[in-house]
C-alpha cells in the first residue's frame, strides 16, 4: 500500500484529483462536478498554508468578479453532511470576498491520508508557500507517508539538498523563524542561516542592515570559518549547509568539494585511528 502510495504521489497533483479538468475532463471529473453552496465548505485542518496575504485574496477575488472562478475545488464529505476542501482553500476565501454563493467542486471519496497527500503537494507544486511552511510539509510527507529525502525530492521536482535544507529551517530559534513567517526574511536569506553559527545573531543584523540575499551570504562568510581556519569563501548556502550537517553527525570535520555535473569529492578528516574507528563502524551500520 505504501508502495502504490509512492507511486501515486510521484505522478504528480494532476494523476491525484485530475487537475486541468477544463482541458481534459474526464467521464469521473464529468460525473463529480458539482456546485455547492460556499457555507457548505469548511477549509482543511492539515492544510500546510496558515497564512494568507490580503493583497493577493484580494487579487484573487477582483479576478473572480470578473471572469468567475475559472478552476473547481476539490472536496470530499464529512460524517455530517458537509464538505471538507481538499485543494482550493485559496479560492475558497477569495469567492466569499467576490460574492459567490456557490462554487465549482470536484467531489472525491478520500482518506485522511489521502486528503494530507494532496493538500500537502498542491501547496508544494503551485502555491508560494513561505520556507517554514514548505519546511512543514516536507516533514509531514517524510513522517506520514515514509519517503526518503530523495525520494520525496524526485516527487515534487526539488533537489535533495533543497528538501535537506530546508526541513533544518525548523531547527532554526524561534525568533528567527518569526522574521521567516512575517517575511522579513526570505527563502534565500533562510537558506543563509541555516548554515550560520550564530543563526539569531546573523538575522538580526541582516534586518537591520536591510541586505540582499548575495550580501548576507558575503556576511556569513566573514563571521564563519572552518575548523582549519580557512574561509568559506567559494561554497553556496547549500553546501555549508551539508557540510555542518555532516560535521555534526560525525564529529569530524567534513569538507566537501563540488564539480558540477561531473560529481566532487567528500572528504572526512580524522586525526586518530580511534576517530576512523568510529566513523567506519557506523557508515557500516547505515548500510
Not at 456557490?102 to 491520508?113: A, F, M, S
Not at 498542491?122 to 526518503?148: C, H, K, M, V, W
Not at 570559518?225 to 580557512?230: F, M, V
Amino acid at each position: 500500500m505504501m508502495q502504490a502510495q509512492k507511486r501515486r504521489l510521484g505522478r504528480g497533483l494532476a494523476a491525484l484529483i485530475g487537475d486541468d479538468v477544463v482541458e481534459a475532463a474526464s467521464p469521473e471529473d464529468f460525473r463529480g462536478l458539482r456546485h455547492l453552496p460556499i457555507e457548505l465548505m469548511h477549509p482543511n485542518p492539515n492544510n500546510p498554508r496558515k497564512s494568507f496575504r490580503e493583497d493577493e485574496l484580494e487579487d484573487l477575488a477582483r479576478s473572480i468578479r470578473e471572469k468567475g472562478l475559472l478552476q473547481p475545488l476539490v472536496v470530499r464529505q464529512r460524517e455530517d453532511g458537509e464538505y471538507e476542501i481538499v485543494a482550493g482553500e485559496r479560492r475558497w476565501r477569495a469567492s466569499q470576498r467576490a460574492g459567490l454563493h456557490e462554487l465549482p467542486v470536484l467531489i472525491r471519496e478520500l482518506t485522511d491520508g489521502e486528503t494530507l497527500e494532496i493538500a500537502l503537494i498542491e501547496n508544494i507544486q503551485r502555491a508560494d508557500l513561505n520556507p517554514l511552511e514548505e519546511a512543514r510539509a516536507y516533514g509531514q510527507l517524510l513522517e506520514q507517508f515514509s519517503y526518503t529525502q530523495q525520494q520525496l525530492a524526485d516527487s515534487v521536482g526539488k533537489s535533495r539538498s533543497h528538501i535537506a535544507n530546508t526541513i533544518r529551517l525548523l531547527n532554526l530559534p524561534d525568533s528567527v523563524r518569526a522574521y521567516i513567517e512575517d517575511g522579513r526574511l526570505t527563502a534565500g536569506h533562510a537558506r543563509t542561516l541555516v548554515a550560520a553559527d550564530s543563526p539569531a545573531e546573523l538575522a538580526n543584523k541582516i534586518i537591520s542592515l536591510g541586505l540582499s540575499v548575495r550580501e548576507a551570504e558575503n556576511l556569513a562568510r566573514k563571521v564563519s570559518t572552518l575548523p582549519a581556519g580557512k574561509a568559506k569563501n567559494d561554497k553556496d548556502a547549500d553546501t555549508r549547509a551539508l557540510e555542518k550537517q555532516l560535521s555534526e553527525t560525525t564529529g569530524l570535520r567534513v569538507e566537501i568539494k563540488a564539480k558540477g555535473r561531473e560529481g566532487g569529492t567528500l572528504l572526512i578528516n580524522y586525526k586518530t585511528l580511534e576517530q576512523l574507528d568510529d566513523v567506519t563502524h557506523r557508515l557500516a551500520k547505515a548500510r
